[in-house]
């Protein structure tokens, strides 16, 4: 089993940045393949982003795409998202996702099993 927990978010105004971190517990993180979800009030959780367990491959929703990037360190058990010229409508609570069984990188939250807790990004305009 493996533990997320986000940290990173919060206020920013548009066109701004931020970077979340996701940190994980466990000594096979390097397995697992990670993806970054948000979910805004009264929407479904949707895909951001994904990056597979080598950091070889990554996938990233169209809305993002060009604004953030998503990154791991393995030795450090954390998996990042660096996000750019962020706009109002990125405003969600942001999660991080996971799961070791994942044979490509899965933009639908049932696929993954762990879960964090979320982090707030609000932008303002």
């Known amino acids: 089993q493996v533990q997320l927990v986000e940290s990173g978010g919060g206020l920013v105004q548009a066109g701004g940045s931020l970077r979340l971190s996701c940190a994980a517990s466990g000594r096979t993180f390097s397995a697992y393949t990670m993806g970054w979800f948000r979910q805004a009030p009264g929407k479904e959780r949707e895909f951001v982003a994904g990056?597979?367990?080598?950091?070889?491959?990554?996938l990233y929703a169209d809305s993002v795409k060009g604004r953030f990037t998503i990154s791991r360190d393995s030795p450090k058990n954390t998996v990042y998202l660096q996000m750019n010229s962020l706009k109002p409508e990125d405003t969600a609570v942001y999660y991080c996702?996971?799961?070791?069984?994942?044979?490509?990188?899965?933009?639908?939250?049932?696929?993954?099993?762990?879960w964090g807790q979320g982090t707030q990004v609000t932008v303002s305009s």
């Open positions: 996702a996971a799961d070791p069984n994942l044979w490509i990188i899965e933009s639908m939250p049932i696929k993954y099993n762990y």
């Open positions: 990056i597979s367990p080598s950091s070889s491959s990554t």
